[in-house]
């Protein structure tokens, strides 16, 4: 069924929701959220335009899946290679304060959202 009204109105609500989400991502060291709420808004927002343009499930998300999980799984292990004594970029209650923690932070929102469109997918087939 096409309905122009909600894939219109929807249009310009995907970037929001998106960009919301990357917002929580980055600011999680400062407020309430960080990667696992930003991840499950970005991941929600994936399956949102997946249902309103009733995308097709063939073998593109599960391709789509496994790049974010491996991106996000190497953006994890980053806080590893890189060490401890990484210095920070910025002065205390910034946005970039904690140096390499928004990287983390990335990775597991790119691993959460990922999983959730994993779930979404194998319950589709």
Do not use: C, W
């Not at 122009?4 to 600011?27: A, D, K, N, P, S």
């Amino acid at each position: 069924m096409e309905n122009t009204i909600v894939r219109q109105t929807f249009r310009f609500i995907i970037t929001f929701l998106l960009l919301y989400g990357v917002y929580i991502i980055f600011h999680g060291h400062l407020s309430p959220g960080g990667g696992f709420a930003g991840g499950m808004i970005m991941g929600l927002g994936f399956i949102l335009y997946l249902l309103v343009y009733e995308g097709d499930l063939g073998m593109l998300p599960v391709n789509v899946v496994i790049f974010l999980v491996s991106l996000g799984g190497i953006m994890e292990a980053s806080k590893f290679l890189i060490g401890k004594n990484f210095p920070a970029a910025s002065a205390p209650a910034s946005l970039f304060s904690i140096g390499i923690g928004n990287l983390v932070n990335l990775g597991i929102g790119l691993l959460v959202a990922a999983t959730i469109l994993g779930i979404f997918y194998l319950e589709e087939r």
